[in-house]
Structure formats: C-alpha cells, structure tokens
C-alpha cells in the first residue's frame, strides 16, 4: 500500500508537502519494513514496476487533493537506482503525469547520494532534464556516502534531506 506521511515547515509549523511512502502489510507475518522488501524487489527486478506503480499512484492521489480540497503543496516520491536507470525513466515519468492529470510542478522526485555518485556526469544531464519538465528534485539521505559540498552546486536540486546519523546524538556530541 502508499502511505502519506505529511511534511511540515519548521519556520510557520504549517504543512509544506507530502511524502509517499509503500508499506507492506503481509496477512500472517504483520508489518513487514521496506528496508526488507525493497531489498528484494531489487534483487528480484521488481522494483521498477513497484516503484513506477508509486509514482503513478502518488500522482493520481495529489491530483485528487488538488482538484477536491485544493491542496497547496507536493509529494515526494523516491526513485530507486534501478528507476533511474531505466532507459525510459523519462518517458515513463510524463507519460504517469499524463494519465493522472499531474502537473510537474506538483511532484518532487527524491534520488540518493549513491545514485549521484555512481555516474556523476549521466545523473546530472538526467536530473537537469526532469528539472526542465518542472519537476522538482531532492536528495535523499545525504550524507551517507563520500559526496562533496561543492559538488552539490553542480545538481539542479530544491531540497536537501540530510541523513539522520548527522543529526544523531547532536546534542551531546560535539
């Protein structure tokens, strides 16, 4: 199933977005944590259509918010590598916001550090052209690999989310 967990401005404490989360409810074992099965639908080649199921999904969902209650703000979807590696990432992308009436503006994709690293040069010519579909772009669990700041200049990116293990502890560790 597709969560929504909502996003909010710390400045006004007013709502600023959405975030699209799958989760996985399985009739005998319970709750079962994407950190599990995301595993596997990678290894198993799954994750492409679960993934573009998501972002169809969530862009079905905010473009009934916005028609029905007059939503201000995104969603968030996260691509997976795998995603990002389809060579019609593209295609698939607009042609989702196509069959659900969502304007690019409205979602924001969130890749990670390690997709940016992997191939520096293709994720940087890939992300300036969702950018230039309107869609806004974010980088997920930054931290967690060996990225420069000075490289982040170079990403057309609106939003930065900063791995928890920096902010772990931040009271007590210096």
Not at 64 to 70: A, I, L, N, Q, S
Not at 87 to 107: A, H
Not at 132 to 150: A, E, K
């Amino acid at each position: 199933t597709l969560a929504f967990q909502p996003q909010y401005s710390l400045t006004d404490n007013e709502m600023c977005g959405i975030e699209a989360l799958i989760r996985w409810q399985h009739p005998t074992k319970g709750f079962i944590s994407p950190y599990h099965f995301i595993a596997v639908a990678e290894e198993t080649g799954l994750i492409n259509q679960i993934g573009f199921w998501v972002l169809e999904t969530a862009c079905r969902q905010i473009s009934e918010w916005k028609r029905e209650h007059d939503y201000q703000g995104r969603v968030a979807v996260n691509l997976s590598v795998k995603q990002l590696r389809h060579p019609d990432l593209i295609g698939t992308i607009q042609r989702s916001l196509t069959n659900t009436g969502c304007k690019p503006e409205w979602l924001e994709l969130e890749v990670t550090e390690g997709y940016l690293m992997h191939d520096p040069d293709n994720a940087i010519t890939q992300l300036e052209q969702l950018k230039s579909m309107g869609i806004n772009l974010s980088i997920d669990d930054f931290g967690t690999g060996y990225s420069s700041l000075s490289y982040l200049k170079k990403l057309p990116i609106s939003k930065l989310k900063i791995d928890k293990s920096f902010v772990d502890d931040l009271p007590h560790d210096e």
